[in-house]
């Protein structure tokens, strides 16, 4: 009876996270048209410019007017970027959303009294229809004599059929709706601002998740109605914020806050509680992710940096993130971005703005407490956050993302594990066969703040704003067949360039190009697949022939050759097939350290002719067997490899 209940408990949570990653997909649709909310708030804050008195009218009647006419398509953007964001980034899709939103609009035209109008909502259920539509038809097959509709096509004639039931269906449901949305405003405007804390609330929990978009959806562009001098009619808090409703606002202003002060203030505290050996890395690695946050809103980097190590200072911002919500309600602040709430919004759009210079000492105030409070925390409570431990600094390497890539992608499970692949500002969205494939820890190594499983093989890998660079070149090898041959740590212990070991032989690459290891354990692993080539009599050293031809050696610490109390005991022997983390060789790491010349112990390939690029992992500390720490592509005439 206990199994019984214990399996319909871990069925139910199997289809919670299978929706929260049916849901993720949905939230990264929801989240690119808002992309072009940037330029319609450039163009409105230059339109207010007193071009008047400069005598060049036509520049603000122009920019006003490009801003509003985005405003005034937002539904339409809608449409077509969910369809596209759902559908994998396909035209067709985009083509039968924006087509269902023009009969929409001409139905509903004709046939109402005028008070139904596309809304974002609107947009995005078209966009859902159309991607679904996509997704389900795209490769439909009719007989040949109606072929011409087949595949795509099918999707623009199944979606315009649709898309005429639909809006005569909103005819009657329409009306409905918007009296749902306008008691659900009345409702939050009853509960004041124990509304907006509640709702500070959520946000938080779900910018975690990547889910935020969809909530954000609902309050930034469906609560809410505005009428303009022109009589048109403008929905969401932030649609009418930029129309110049001075009621809006409400749910965008106490973002402000966290976003310039009190994020980078944490930013701060993990600097200052790093170790001094690593506080040169992780000073310049916050330093520009505190510039991020102030600047441009985007959190992830830094909230990511404590929220798996210490979830419970995670729930303390979340109740503070609340607070600042209810605090900017209680003091009628009112101010709205196109993006994010960082400074860029903070001043292109002040000129809309109510009581917003009181965010900059509120702000100050925050940044103080949370300064203090999450020091004192990581102090106090040994939080692991990057600086405290090695290998937990989140490295800047954007100009390594090309070699970085085939190592990323090893550790995404392969190509052959990766099912879709997109990215959003800071991170990627994956869609994998089977999620325990994934290496988080070599992810963590390669530059991850943090991966979050949600079911369904659909999974999130914070990365920063280099997300989308990353998605471009593991897109890049997933694209090509490369003959590639990806290696891991032979053994425990810090790994460095080979050019640092203390032997001029190995550093000059006179035996071969690789890596090399300083030893913590004492055995010695199979890096790849491969025959063993060669035991040397000592056992000190084995040589290791891959099925693409690369010779690997693997020589165990410097000057190791006339150790005679080394006890070096190779479980192998010459002719034998290996696997990656396959036992080699056992020694005495206490005599070695003693009396060895270092414990460096080089990996290198002594045939590097055969190589045309190489990849390495950033070095620091690795375990044994772990994947994968270097990688190489030869040249197109070796193409081989190993078959399983």
């Keep these: 009876m206990k199994n019984h209940l214990l399996l319909i408990v871990w069925r139910k949570g199997s289809v919670t ?83 269902g939103m023009f009969i929409y609009d001409q139905v509903t035209r004709h046939f109402s ?43 623009l004639l199944i979606m315009g059929l649709s898309s005429a039931v639909f809006s005569w269906f909103m005819l009657g449901v329409a009306p409905f ?71 809006a606002g409400s749910f965008m202003a106490g973002l402000f806050p966290i976003m310039m002060f009190a994020l980078p203030g944490i930013a701060l505290a993990i600097i200052h509680e790093a170790r001094e050996d690593l506080k040169p890395k992780i000073k310049k690695t916050f330093l520009t992710a505190a510039l991020v946050c102030f600047v441009t809103g985007v959190s992830e980097q830094i909230e990511f940096a404590f929220l798996f190590v210490a979830p419970y200072m995670f729930i303390v911002h979340v109740i503070l993130s609340g607070v600042a919500m209810w605090i900017t ?64 600094t989140l490295e800047d390497w954007a100009g390594n993302i090309p070699y970085q890539a085939p190592l990323i992608l090893e550790a995404l499970g392969g190509k052959e594990n990766i099912v879709r692949l997109e990215s959003c500002v800071t991170r990627l969205r994956l869609t994998v066969k089977n999620d325990r494939l994934i290496d988080t820890s070599a992810l963590k190594l390669l530059g991850s703040a943090g991966s979050m499983k949600l079911g369904g093989g659909n999974v999130q890998v914070v990365f920063g704003t280099y997300s989308e660079l990353i998605r471009e070149e593991v897109n890049k090898l997933m694209q090509r067949d490369l003959p590639q041959v990806l290696f891991c740590a032979p053994v425990q212990g810090r790994m460095l360039p080979i050019g640092e ?102 990996m290198v390939i002594t045939n590097p002719q055969l190589v045309k690029s190489w990849s390495f992992a950033p070095f620091k500390g690795v375990k044994k067997g772990q994947a994968s720490v270097m990688s190489v592509v030869l040249h197109d005439r070796n193409v081989g490899g190993h078959e399983s």
């Design 17 to 99: 996270l299978n929706w929260l990653g049916s849901l993720q997909q949905l939230g990264r649709a929801v989240m690119l048209p808002t992309m072009v909310l940037p330029a319609a708030a450039i163009l409105l804050s230059v339109g207010s410019l007193p071009w008047d008195a400069w005598g060049l009218p036509s520049i603000g009647d122009v920019s006003t007017w490009a801003g509003q006419g985005i405003f005034f398509f937002l539904p339409y953007f809608f449409a077509v970027g969910v369809a596209w964001g759902l559908a994998n980034q396909a035209g067709p899709a985009g083509l039968a959303a924006l087509s």
């Design 329 to 392: 309600y209680a003091l009628d602040i009112h101010h709205g971005f196109s993006y994010s709430a960082g400074v860029i919004d903070y001043i292109l759009n002040f000129h809309l703005s109510h009581n917003a210079w009181m965010l900059i000492p509120i702000g100050l105030a925050y940044g103080v407490v949370y300064y203090v409070l999450f020091r004192w925390a990581i102090h106090r409570f040994g939080i692991p956050t990057p600086g405290r431990e090695e290998g937990s």
């Design 113 to 155: 009294d005028g008070s139904i109008q596309p809304s974002t909502l609107i947009g995005i259920i078209f966009g859902m229809m159309a991607g679904g539509l996509y997704n389900r038809f795209k490769h439909i097959k009719l007989p040949e004599v109606v072929q011409f509709f087949g595949g795509s096509r099918f999707v």
């Design 177 to 247: 709706l918007q009296r749902g949305l306008d008691e659900l405003t009345q409702l939050m405007l009853h509960l004041g601002g124990f509304g907006l804390f509640l709702y500070g609330m959520i946000y938080r929990i779900l910018t975690a998740f990547g889910l935020h978009h969809l909530l954000n959806n609902v309050f930034w562009f469906q609560m809410g109605t505005f009428t303009t001098p022109d009589g048109s009619i403008v929905q969401g808090d932030l649609p009418r914020y930029f129309a110049g409703d001075p009621t």
């Design 501 to 602: 070991v203390p032997d001029h032989i190995f550093a000059a690459k006179l035996v071969g190009d690789g890596v090399a290891f300083i030893l913590e354990k004492d055995e010695l692993v199979s890096p790849v697949f491969g025959t063993i080539l060669h035991i040397y009599p000592t056992m000190h050293a084995i040589g290791i022939s891959t099925p693409e031809g690369l010779e690997v050696l693997l020589h165990i610490g410097i000057d190791t050759s006339q150790l005679t109390g080394g006890d070096f005991q190779a479980v192998v022997k010459e002719g034998d097939v290996v696997v990656p983390g396959q036992l080699l060789i056992k020694f005495n790491l206490a005599y070695i350290r003693k009396h060895a010349a270092s414990l460096a112990t080089p």
